[in-house]
């Protein structure tokens, strides 16, 4: 587990420069299969981001839609 407080834009960034590093296939074995682990890790993270911005837009939306049937009841 990354104990950084990195950013969803920080993390893809990231993730952008190890793509390019390894497509480039001029790293030491040892190199790319840790810059792999570290892509692995960062893309759990993303996810994991992007899940907890799903969940909060659907608590957002909910809450609107109720603020929005409570209006049309007055």
């Known amino acids: 587990v990354l104990f950084r407080s990195e950013t969803f834009k ?5 993730l952008d420069a190890i793509i ?12 790319a299969i840790q810059l792999f ?4 890790q960062l ?3 993303c996810d994991a981001q992007l899940k907890q911005f799903e969940q909060r837009m659907n608590v957002l939306l909910a ?12």
Do not use: C, H, T, Y
């Open 63 to 74: 809450d609107e839609e109720e603020e929005d049937a409570g209006d049309a009841e007055v």
């Open 20 to 31: 390019e590093a390894l497509d480039r296939n001029e790293i030491e074995l040892e190199d």
């Open 10 to 14: 920080q993390s893809m960034e990231r």
């Open 43 to 45: 893309v759990k993270n």
């Open 37 to 40: 682990e570290e892509g692995l």
